[in-house]
């Protein structure tokens, strides 16, 4: 089974600063999918960035970019400039690309970030 | 474009009563789940569907239930409720042509069992 962990349970960061947050996972899959989600205090799930495995390419999205080191199976994301409104829980999850009881995400517990002003 | 709904979005319950947590998408997504999520533990899932009459065990099943009848809606029962079911439940659906996309999310149930 695959398994995804976040090692920093809380982050801070200053505002306009950048900050890491890391992912590690497990699996003996080749193609796969890795996501960032943000929860903020709202509660709603927010997808950040995607990550698809069979691309070496690392995904950008605004402030928003991810260093995807396949062969270490790491995937962090980093945020650039940090605004409060980064403030939020975020967790990576993994999904497989293959069919059947695969579609289900497999998230890690999650990493908190401070921004602070 | 609604989305995933679910329903209620708060909920107190007393230990040993049951209930149904609502979930309904309107995107024809044939994937629908449910997770529960707890301080330090991330999202688990709970029970998922991949077709109206499939459903199947996630991680931490026990102490629920699911049906799918149509491909709308997958509720979630409890069927007698206890203080470790208090927790924030999310309902998910995705489409088996958007695998690389995630899921959409519900907005979460909170719940409490006394």
């Known amino acids: 089974a695959q398994t995804v962990t976040q090692s920093q349970p809380e982050m801070s960061v200053q505002e306009a600063e950048t900050v890491t947050l890391s992912c590690t996972y497990d699996t003996s899959e080749s193609d796969y999918y890795l996501f960032w989600y943000k929860q903020p205090p709202s509660r709603q799930m927010i997808l950040v960035i995607r990550q698809e495995a069979y691309k070496q390419q690392n995904a950008t999205e605004n402030r928003f970019s991810v260093n995807f080191q396949k062969a270490a199976k790491s995937f962090s994301l980093k945020i650039s400039d940090s605004q409060l409104g980064d403030a939020a829980m975020y967790f990576c999850?993994?999904?497989?690309?293959?069919?059947?009881?695969?579609?289900?995400?497999?998230f890690g517990k999650g990493t908190l970030l401070t921004v602070n002003p | 474009n609604a989305g995933v709904t679910q329903t209620p979005k708060f909920q107190v319950l007393k230990t040993g009563q049951s209930m149904t947590l609502q979930c309904a998408q309107d995107?024809?997504?044939?994937?629908m789940s449910w997770y529960r999520q707890d301080p330090g533990m991330g999202l688990r899932l709970i029970h998922y569907?991949?077709?109206?009459?499939?459903?199947d065990q996630g991680e931490v099943p026990n102490g629920y239930n699911v049906s799918r009848s149509t491909t709308e809606d997958f509720p979630l029962r409890l069927l007698s409720a206890a203080p470790s079911q208090t927790s924030v439940y999310f309902c998910?659906?995705?489409?088996?042509?958007?695998?690389?996309?995630?899921?959409?999310f519900g907005s979460g149930t909170r719940l409490t069992v006394v």
């Open positions: 995107m024809n997504h044939e994937y």
């Open positions: 569907s991949v077709g109206a009459g499939i459903t």
């Open positions: 998910a659906s995705s489409s088996f042509k958007s695998l690389a996309y995630g899921y959409t």
């Open positions: 999850a993994y999904r497989s690309a293959g069919g059947g009881s695969n579609y289900k995400l497999t």
